[in-house]
């Protein structure tokens, strides 16, 4: 999920200026508020493909994953989160600081028909300010209420009282273990060895939603290959760093055809991105040339369609094998 801090505090005065000027043009308050709430939604969209995809992508592959989580595609928020949380529960309505900020489509919380910034009073019977410490930064109540939603999940199910009293019950399916989050102030995409984060002003937020997920699967695929981890273990010399790429690059198409998507997407991906970015995905030195990344991928999707064609599956386990270093889940 985004840990995105909405503008300075003295934005929650704008709810309480006037719509227009005494001229009937809007104020300068108002002109703000506006521009707040517009990418406010921008954000909102932005969560949501990406949130979509990264759960095609971690639930396609989740019987071929050397490393599983329970994850049910309800993604939550607080407003004291953000950097003018009086603002945000007055934008949003909120009748709790916890609140739904997406629901993924196709997961287990998609049953649930919650809508969006329903309120979240109470997880397992513990109510949001029981997830609350003095001196807590904003994003620290939220961290542990994810932690003991993973902590539910593991146990099997999540009860969740909302605000207007209903309480409903989350299953959660087995995926990758992984998250993805959409992240301010960044034009590229990159992974940790446990989250894949999307910056904001990522170019790919513009191309169709194959070729998006195509650039989220190289980067999925650094994180289950565990290149990050390894890297950081045997030093991040070029060569090396240069390897992972390369298999990274080939291993795009088995994790797009597991998801769903046309695996030949990878390749048209490469080609719409390879000519106008240097950077990034195509770092100078540590990647090869796009035209060789189109050809490496090429020779993958024979691969992909024959392991398709023989088990139904576009099983990778035995040509893509994550590196043995140490790993530690989140």
Request: glycine share 8%; hydrophobic share 40%.
């Amino acid at each position: 999920m985004s840990r995105w801090r909405a503008a300075p505090a003295a934005l929650a005065a704008l709810l309480l200026a006037s719509p227009s000027s005494a001229t009937g043009k809007p104020d300068e308050a108002q002109a703000r508020y506006d521009a707040f709430r517009a990418d406010f939604a921008l954000l909102a969209e932005q969560d949501l493909r990406t949130q979509s995809v990264g759960w095609q992508l971690l639930s396609g592959n989740a019987q071929l994953c050397p490393d599983k989580a329970a994850a049910s595609g309800l993604l939550l928020q607080d407003a004291r989160a953000y950097g003018s949380p009086e603002l945000v529960r007055r934008m949003l309505g909120l009748r709790s600081d916890i609140f739904v900020q997406l629901v993924v489509p196709q997961s287990p919380a998609s049953a649930l028909a919650l809508p969006r910034h329903a309120g979240i009073a109470a997880i397992d019977g513990v109510d949001e300010a029981g997830f609350l410490s003095p001196g807590d930064e904003g994003w620290e109540r939220l961290d542990r209420i994810e932690r003991a939603l993973a902590q539910s999940y593991t146990d099997g199910t999540a009860e969740l009282t909302l605000a207007d009293g209903r309480t409903v019950s989350l299953r959660p399916d087995i995926v990758c273990y992984g998250r993805f989050e959409v992240v301010s102030g960044r034009d590229d995409a990159g992974a940790d060895g446990a989250v894949v984060r999307v910056g904001r002003d990522f170019p790919g937020f513009g191309y169709p939603e194959e070729e998006f997920a195509a650039a989220l699967a190289h980067e999925l695929a650094h994180n289950i290959l565990r290149h990050p981890q390894w890297l950081a273990a045997n030093g991040r010399k070029r060569r090396d760093v240069r390897e992972t790429e390369r298999e990274a690059d080939r291993m795009m198409p088995w994790l797009l055809a597991n998801a769903g998507y046309d695996p030949a997407t990878a390749v048209r991906f490469m080609r719409r991105w390879g000519p106008k970015h240097n950077g990034g995905l195509l770092r100078k030195r540590t990647h090869d040339g796009w035209d060789e990344r189109v050809e490496l991928i090429e020779a993958e999707l024979p691969l992909v369609t024959d392991a398709q064609a023989a088990t139904g599956t576009a099983d990778w386990t035995m040509r893509f094998n994550p590196r043995e270093v140490g790993y530690l889940p989140f």
